[in-house]
């Protein structure tokens, strides 16, 4: 089993910056995907970046390129999502996800392991 906890949630107004964390704990994969998922309220949960390890390849929601950054520290076991430039419309409950089997996705189902959520509100 893997186990992901999320942190870094707030409130911030708009074209503020957050930096959200995700470390990974239990089961050790060769590779994997280390995704970031949002779902704002009354909306559907979408995909906003990941990263693969061993390689370092990286994929964006073209909602957030250029904005956010997702980068990892694999002696940590961590995972970060620099959000810069926030909008009003990044507000959103934002969930890590883990996958060992998978490569870049942007499908939520292609995900076997998911935190709990961490809150980000971005004030107009």
């Known amino acids: 089993q893997v186990q992901l906890l999320e942190s870094g949630g707030g409130l911030v107004q708009a074209g503020g910056s957050l930096r959200l964390s995700c470390t990974r704990s239990?089961?050790?994969?060769?590779?994997?995907?280390m995704g970031w998922f949002r779902q704002a309220p009354g909306k559907e949960r979408d995909f906003v970046a990941v990263?693969?390890?061993?390689?370092?390849?990286?994929r964006y929601a073209d909602s957030v390129k250029g904005r956010f950054t997702i980068s990892s520290d694999n002696a940590q076991n961590t995972v970060y999502l620099q959000m810069n430039s926030l909008k009003f419309e990044d507000t959103a409950v934002y969930y890590c996800a883990a996958s060992g089997t998978t490569y870049l996705s942007i499908a939520l189902y292609d995900y076997d392991y998911w935190g709990q959520g961490t809150q980000v509100t971005v004030s107009s």
């Open positions: 990263i693969n390890w061993p390689d370092g390849n990286t």
């Open positions: 239990g089961r050790t994969f060769r590779r994997y995907a």
